[in-house]
């Protein structure tokens, strides 16, 4: 009889960048705004430096100024999941941003949109949960200020902490914050490697004390062994890597998981940048991963997904 194979997870997506390009347009125009020309190069398949992303992923940002908004960010994310054949997502948010840097949405009706989006993805058999999102390059006050925000009345839908954004700050410097997110029971989790240099990743395991990496993709083969040796999972987007690291050519995937290093597969920002996990497994095998290296993609994507691991945390 031939096994089962374990769930299918997209191991990370932003709700920010997951709207449906059809609805950002139609939203856009109903507040009389106009995409940016980087949303419209991204969508046509284009590739920006990191810098030139920032704009375009604010914009549809910009838009998630209710409740209703975040739960159709929320059903995008679950919509692409199912058509993918997906069986849940780990769901990166940035409340501090939307409700106090912005000021474009409350807290409750922020919460109050996951909360609907995530039970309505649930109902049609999908597994997920919220990692909560400093931006690195707005320093560890920032990140302070985040947990003051969410830690008070954290709904239990929310399972990590992490950074994102430009990788601007070291991570010994954010080593007070990732602790006290560990002491309240969050996972933690930093991208690292993407849009900084490759010892970041090894700073943000060693000295930021995180226990998974957002990309990764330009850690040197010292930092894979490191990575291997200590199981941390790494999220990898092919696209996403595509369209905003041109540089990292090849792309490190193949080499990683020749490292032994736990690699799953993300979508990033579907709604900036299109893909979904279909597209995501066809960039892998583009790259000359066997059949048992994509097997593997799914079994580290669903042994190591925050969505899958219950109730429990602080891995």
């Known amino acids: 009889m031939r096994p089962v194979p374990p769930p299918l997870i997209d191991r990370h997506t932003h709700l920010e960048g997951a709207l449906d390009p059809v609805w950002v347009r139609r939203a856009a125009a109903q507040r009389g705004l106009v995409p940016p020309a980087g949303l419209e190069a991204l969508w046509a398949g284009e590739a920006l430096p990191f810098e030139g992303f920032i704009a375009p992923f604010l914009f549809g940002a910009g838009l998630l100024d209710g409740a209703e908004a975040v739960r159709e960010a929320v059903l995008a994310v679950a919509r692409r999941t199912q058509s993918a054949e997906g069986s849940g997502f780990d769901l990166w948010v940035c409340p501090h941003f939307l409700v106090i840097h912005k000021a474009q949405i409350s807290l409750t009706d922020l919460w109050r949109g996951l909360e609907e989006g995530l039970a309505e993805a649930q109902s049609w058999g999908l597994a997920s949960c919220v990692v909560v999102e400093a931006v690195n390059h707005?320093?560890?006050?920032?990140?302070?200020?985040v947990l003051d925000l969410v830690l008070p009345e954290c709904p239990s839908f929310v399972t990590g902490f992490s950074t994102g954004g430009l990788e601007g700050s070291p991570f010994r410097e954010w080593a007070p914050i990732f602790d006290r997110a560990r002491l309240a029971?969050?996972?933690?989790?930093?991208?690292?490697?993407?849009?900084?240099?490759?010892?970041?990743v090894r700073e943000a395991v060693l000295e930021g004390g995180v226990s998974r990496i957002v990309h990764g993709i330009r850690a040197d083969a010292a930092t894979l062994e490191l990575l291997a040796e200590r199981g941390i999972p790494v999220d990898i987007c092919p696209t996403s890597n595509r369209a905003?690291?041109?540089?990292?050519?090849?792309?490190?995937?193949?080499?990683?998981?020749?490292?032994?290093v736990r690699c799953a597969l993300g979508t990033d920002d579907p709604g900036v940048i299109p893909c979904d996990l279909a597209t995501e497994a066809e960039a892998a095998r583009a790259m000359g991963l066997s059949p048992a290296q994509l097997d593997l993609l799914r079994r580290h994507g669903a042994e190591d997904a925050w969505c899958l691991a219950g109730s429990s945390k602080g891995r």
């Open 138 to 145: 707005f320093g560890p006050k920032h990140g302070t200020a």
């Open 185 to 200: 029971g969050l996972r933690l989790a930093a991208h690292a490697g993407e849009n900084g240099p490759g010892s970041h």
């Open 244 to 260: 905003l690291a041109a540089d990292v050519v090849p792309h490190p995937l193949p080499r990683m998981l020749a490292a032994g």
